[in-house]
């Protein structure tokens, strides 16, 4: 029987490591491949991502930092006793533990700025 098309020319299956030069060529290959598809986390950022949204600039003044810590929990504790006025029995009591907890913040964010302002004098 006679074909239409010839049949293809034999040849040796080539390896991609046959050489040393293309050896070279498939692992830099490899390593551009996994650079742009299989990308390294942030070691920085190893926190679920989802979960945080907000972040403390690492090169803060400690004072301002102790200072909106100060003012936050004192937001917080105005809030919750506003909050507690309105409750009754038991979910006032909880309103009321909170207060408390956020009061003890208070305190030590005042401790804290003092410390500052005593370190800042001196």
């Not at 074909?3 to 299956?13: F, G, I, L, Q, Y």
């Not at 506003?82 to 533990?97: T, V, Y």
């Amino acid at each position: 029987m006679i074909k239409d098309t010839p049949n293809p020319p034999e040849t040796n299956s080539v390896s991609p490591y046959e050489s040393s030069d293309s050896k070279k060529l498939h692992e830099a290959a490899e390593k551009a491949l996994d650079h742009y598809l299989k990308p390294k986390p942030d070691p920085r950022n190893s926190v679920d991502r989802g979960m945080q949204m907000f972040m403390i600039a690492p090169d803060l003044n400690p004072e301002a930092v102790a200072i909106q810590t100060y003012e936050t929990f004192s937001s917080v504790s105005i809030l919750l006793l506003d909050l507690a006025d309105s409750l009754e029995n038991k979910p006032r009591h909880l309103a009321m533990a909170i207060y408390q907890l956020s009061e003890m913040g208070l305190l030590l964010a005042e401790k804290a700025l003092d410390n500052e302002r005593a370190i800042a004098v001196t």
